[in-house]
């Protein structure tokens, strides 16, 4: 009998007026994370964690209990 794994899912974050992740990276992202969930923080830069702690803990959060 054969196992396969399936990808975990993965948590992905993007700030608002952060220029790293954008719509063009889409592809490349599920193909390395099949399974993402991508949340855009409003008002928060590349370092969504410092810019918007609250928000990034209630998400973080709220995609564990998955």
Not at 28 to 53: C, K, N, Q
């Amino acid at each position: 009998m054969t196992h396969t794994l399936s990808p975990p899912p993965h948590f992905l974050s993007r700030g608002e007026i952060s220029p790293y992740i954008q719509p063009k990276n889409s592809p490349a992202m599920r193909r390395l994370f099949p399974h993402y969930t991508l949340e855009t923080i409003s008002g928060a830069g590349h370092w969504v964690h410092v810019d918007a702690p609250k928000r990034f803990a209630e998400l973080v959060e709220k995609f564990a209990e998955r």
